[in-house]
T-cell receptor, first 119, second 116 residues
Framework: AQTVTQSQPEMSVQEAETVTLSCTYD???????LFWYKQPPSRQMILVIR??????QNATENRFSVNFQKAAKSFSLKISDSQLGDTAMYFC????????????????FGQGTILTVHP | NAGVMQNPRHLVRRRGQEARLRCSPM?????VYWYRQLPEEGLKFMVY????????ESGMPKERFSAEFPKEGPSILRIQQVVRGDSAAYFC??????????????FGEGSRLTVL
C-alpha cells in the first residue's frame, strides 16, 4: 500500500513571493504518477500539475513547478509569484501505473496543506 | 463540454434514512470514481466503476454502501441507514477510456452529506 504525507498543515505567503509545499510518499512501486491538486473554498478539486515517475525532468505549469526526487520519494510544489487566487487547500496525490503503462484513477491523497496568500 | 455533474450539492438526512448521490461523468467518459472527504482530511478512494461493472471497490465500507453505473443514466452512490459518521463530502471523478496513460481525473464539485 502507498502512503502520502504532507507535513505542513498550514502555510502562508505574501502576494508575489514564492512558497514551497512539501510532500513525501512511500511505495514499493517503480512506475507511478504524482499529482498536486488544489481545492479552493468552493471545494472543487482542480489539477495543478502532474509528474510521471519515469521522467527525470521536473514538471512545470506556468507559475507552478515541482521538485521530484525519486530516490528520496519527495515531491514538493513551488508556487512562484503567488497570487490571492492561489489561496486554497493543496493535496499531493499518488497513482500507481500498471504494467503496460496503464493506470486507473485510484489516487492516494495526503492530508493537505492550507495555503493562505496575504496581500 | 459540461464537466462532471454531481447532485444534490447538499443533502441532509436523519439517522437511519437512505442517501442517494448521483454523478454524471463528462461527455465521452466511461470511467467513474467515487471519493469521500471527511472534515479536515484528504480524499479517500471508495470505488471505481465502468459502465455496468464495478472494477475496484476496495475502499467501500462492507455494509450499507453500494455503487452502480448503469448502461444509461448517472452513477449512483447509495448509503443505507445513514449514521452521523457518514457526514462528509462525496466527490465523483471521471476519465475517458483512453486516459489510462495520463492518469488525469476530472472531479465534480462534490455532494455534502449531513446526517442529523
Amino acid at each position: 500500500a502507498q502512503t502520502v504525507t504532507q507535513s505542513q498543515p498550514e502555510m502562508s505567503v505574501q502576494e508575489a513571493e514564492t512558497v514551497t509545499l512539501s510532500c513525501t510518499y512511500d511505495t514499493s512501486e517503480n512506475n507511478y504518477y504524482l499529482f498536486w491538486y488544489k481545492q479552493p473554498p468552493s471545494r472543487q478539486m482542480i489539477l495543478v500539475i502532474r509528474q510521471e515517475a519515469y521522467k527525470q525532468q521536473n514538471a512545470t505549469e506556468n507559475r507552478f513547478s515541482v521538485n521530484f526526487q525519486k530516490a528520496a520519494k519527495s515531491f514538493s510544489l513551488k508556487i512562484s509569484d503567488s497570487q490571492l487566487g492561489d489561496t486554497a487547500m493543496y493535496f499531493c496525490a499518488f497513482m500507481k501505473q500498471n504494467a503496460g503503462g496503464t493506470s486507473y484513477g485510484k489516487l492516494t491523497f495526503g492530508q493537505g496543506t492550507i495555503l493562505t496568500v496575504h496581500p | 463540454n459540461a464537466g462532471v455533474m454531481q447532485n444534490p450539492r447538499h443533502l441532509v438526512r436523519r439517522r437511519g434514512q437512505e442517501a442517494r448521490l448521483r454523478c454524471s461523468p463528462m461527455k465521452g467518459h466511461s470511467h467513474v470514481y467515487w471519493y469521500r472527504q471527511l472534515p479536515e482530511e484528504g480524499l479517500k478512494f471508495m470505488v471505481y466503476l465502468q459502465k455496468e461493472n464495478i472494477i475496484d471497490e476496495s475502499g467501500m465500507p462492507k455494509e450499507r454502501f453500494s455503487a452502480e453505473f448503469p448502461k444509461e443514466g448517472p452513477s449512483i452512490l447509495r448509503i443505507q441507514q445513514v449514521v452521523r459518521g457518514d457526514s462528509a463530502a462525496y466527490f465523483c471523478a471521471s476519465s475517458p477510456p483512453n486516459s489510462q496513460t495520463t492518469g488525469e481525473l476530472f472531479f465534480g464539485e462534490g455532494s455534502r452529506l449531513t446526517v442529523l
